[in-house]
């Protein structure tokens, strides 16, 4: 079988949805941490285009952007599928799939932003998990892939962590439980599922990374 | 039970523009209505309520939103004829880098070539000139980004072209200048009905963009 290696870094949400999908699979593969602030020579000859990881290199061929990684995996080891096979049933959840890529950038958003620019991020995080309440959670039980996690629950797992560890960072609340009970019920779903719940980023450790990354930020900002 | 085939669109949108080609180039027989986008229409805020956009295909009473997923489930779905994606799973994730590389930078880069002026229109129109030429080199010696026949990718990125003379127009470049290889490209998709049909007329489209320019209070 041809070999399979993965560039990532230990804090991406990106780098986890392969990771992840790798392992659903039962696939093995070479993990290979990547520094972003010094990019090594195999990740910029892989991804000349964005420089980005993830980044899936099979048989020594290389496939970029998260999803399309996803949607490779799901074609090559049919094993527990990440995807209906319904045609319509797949539009829908490619529509929530990239529904949720878009809406990742808010991470980005709110970990850069101060003051005003914060606050509309904040807005926007709030839109975005009232049309996971009322729209994407509507007729989902346990997962968005049915019993079992799918491609859309993978997708949506920035909110599931990353955004504890954003508000931790921040100080600020933004997801109240009592709110979004259909969002707070999916993500103890998610988090307890057995492959989640051993591949995730340590909190702790993610909380100082960011904090400093942000003091630093904010200190250059001002200087 | 016949198969129900609906388009809401608008005419100038890009997006919608390659949902014209893919059910173009599978022959189906469809309904096409014409969004009026100051002023939607119920069956719009219906079928897409979480972003009250068009395109959106409706299939037999069913909606499916976002131009790409639509381009695959047409693809998927009347897979009998002109096959859009490529077969082979590596070929397969190579279009859908390059479409998904369309999305990210033509529409937001083009945009701010006509919406801004000055430097920042200087540094549009650079940005707009690298992402042409990049798609270009992937284009390299083959007829369509698809190989022998237009594929996904063709699909994805030539309703674009039908923006080129606006953004030539606001930002006063040639885009053929400097990249005549992706122009003699478009020119070649042109010749195919599916394309030919599903374009408007790039004149058409830039008195839309000054119109647009006007409403905006862009000069």
Same mark, same amino acid.
């Given at each position: 079988?041809?070999?399979?290696?993965?560039?990532?870094?230990?804090?991406?949400?990106?780098?986890?949805?392969?990771?992840?999908?790798?392992?659903?699979?039962?696939?093995?593969?070479?993990?290979?941490?990547?520094?972003?602030?010094?990019?090594?020579?195999?990740?910029?000859?892989?991804?000349?285009?964005?420089?980005?990881?993830?980044?899936?290199?099979?048989?020594?061929?290389?496939?970029?952007?998260?999803?399309?990684?996803l949607q490779y995996i799901d074609e090559i080891w049919p094993?527990?599928?990440?995807?209906?096979? %319904?045609?319509?049933?797949?539009? #829908? @959840?490619?529509?929530?799939?990239?529904?949720? &890529?878009?809406? $990742? =950038?808010?991470?980005? /958003?709110?970990?850069?932003?101060?003051?005003?620019?914060?606050?509309?991020?904040?807005?926007?995080?709030?839109?975005?998990?009232?049309?996971?309440?009322?729209?994407?959670?509507?007729?989902?039980?346990?997962?968005?892939?049915?019993?079992?996690?799918?491609?859309? %629950?993978?997708?949506?797992?920035? #909110? @599931?962590?990353?955004?504890?560890?954003?508000? &931790?960072?921040? $100080? =600020?609340?933004?997801? /109240?439980?009592?709110?979004?009970?259909?969002?707070?019920?999916?993500?103890?779903?998610?988090?307890?599922?057995?492959?989640?719940?051993?591949?995730?980023?340590?909190?702790?450790?993610?909380?100082?990374?960011?904090?400093?990354?942000?003091?630093?930020?904010?200190?250059?900002?001002?200087? | 039970?016949?198969?129900?085939?609906?388009?809401?669109?608008?005419?100038?949108?890009?997006?919608?523009?390659?949902?014209?080609?893919?059910?173009?180039?599978?022959?189906?027989?469809?309904?096409?209505?014409?969004?009026?986008?100051?002023?939607?229409?119920?069956?719009?805020?219906?079928?897409?309520?979480?972003?009250?956009?068009?395109?959106?295909?409706?299939?037999?009473?069913?909606?499916?939103?976002?131009?790409?997923?639509?381009?695959?489930?047409?693809?998927?779905?009347?897979?009998?004829?002109?096959?859009?994606?490529?077969?082979?799973?590596?070929?397969?994730?190579?279009?859908?880098?390059?479409?998904?590389?369309?999305?990210?930078?033509?529409?937001?880069?083009?945009?701010?070539?006509?919406?801004?002026?000055?430097?920042?229109?200087?540094?549009?129109?650079?940005?707009?000139?690298?992402?042409?030429?990049?798609?270009?080199?992937?284009?390299?010696?083959?007829?369509?980004?698809?190989?022998?026949?237009?594929?996904?990718?063709?699909?994805?990125?030539?309703?674009?072209?039908?923006?080129?003379?606006?953004?030539?127009?606001?930002?006063?470049?040639?885009?053929?200048?400097?990249?005549?290889?992706?122009?003699?490209?478009?020119?070649?998709?042109?010749?195919?009905?599916?394309?030919?049909?599903?374009?408007?007329?790039?004149?058409?489209?830039?008195?839309?963009?000054?119109?647009?320019?006007?409403?905006?209070?862009?000069?």
């Open positions: 079988m041809a070999v399979v290696k993965l560039l990532g870094t230990w804090f991406s949400p990106y780098g986890h949805r392969v990771i992840w999908a790798l392992k659903l699979k039962g696939i093995l593969y070479e993990y290979i941490e990547e520094d972003v602030r010094n990019k090594s020579p195999s990740l910029l000859q892989y991804n000349p285009i964005h420089k980005q990881v993830p980044v899936l290199v099979h048989g020594g061929k290389p496939i970029c952007e998260s999803t399309v990684i094993q527990n599928p990440l995807l209906p096979a %319904d045609p319509y049933d797949r539009a #829908v @959840a490619l529509f929530w799939i990239k529904f949720a &890529d878009d809406k $990742g =950038l808010l991470m980005s /958003k709110l970990y850069r932003g101060n003051g005003e620019e914060q606050q509309a991020a904040v807005k926007e995080w709030l839109e975005m998990l009232e049309v996971m309440e009322e729209h994407a959670l509507i007729g989902v039980k346990k997962f968005f892939g049915g019993d079992e996690i799918n491609m859309v %629950d993978i997708a949506f797992s920035f #909110v @599931a962590h990353w955004l504890g560890i954003l508000e &931790d960072v921040l $100080g =600020l609340e933004i997801f /109240k439980p009592h709110k979004f009970p259909r969002v707070s019920s999916w993500i103890q779903n998610f988090k307890s599922s057995p492959i989640i719940k051993d591949n995730l980023p340590d909190a702790d450790k993610m909380s100082t990374f960011l904090k400093r990354g942000r003091e630093m930020m904010l200190t250059s900002k001002s200087n | 039970m016949a198969e129900e085939v609906v388009l809401l669109d608008f005419w100038p949108s890009p997006f919608g523009m390659r949902s014209r080609i893919a059910l173009a180039e599978k022959g189906i027989k469809y309904e096409h209505k014409e969004e009026d986008l100051r002023n939607k229409s119920a069956l719009l805020l219906q079928m897409n309520p979480v972003h009250k956009k068009i395109p959106v295909l409706i299939h037999n009473g069913k909606p499916v939103c976002e131009s790409l997923i639509q381009v695959q489930y047409i693809d998927e779905v009347w897979h009998d004829k002109a096959p859009l994606l490529p077969s082979d799973p590596y070929q397969k994730a190579t279009a859908r880098f390059w479409a998904d590389y369309v999305d990210k930078k033509i529409y937001e880069v083009g945009g701010r070539v006509w919406k801004t002026k000055g430097e920042k229109q200087a540094t549009a129109k650079k940005e707009l000139i690298e992402t042409l030429k990049l798609l270009e080199k992937e284009l390299g010696d083959k007829p369509y980004f698809g190989g022998e026949s237009l594929g996904y990718v063709d699909v994805a990125f030539i309703p674009f072209y039908s923006w080129f003379y606006a953004l030539e127009k606001c930002g006063n470049f040639s885009i053929e200048a400097e990249c005549p290889k992706l122009i003699a490209w478009a020119k070649r998709c042109m010749q195919k009905e599916s394309v030919a049909k599903s374009l408007p007329d790039q004149q058409k489209v830039y008195d839309f963009i000054l119109e647009m320019k006007k409403h905006f209070g862009i000069e």
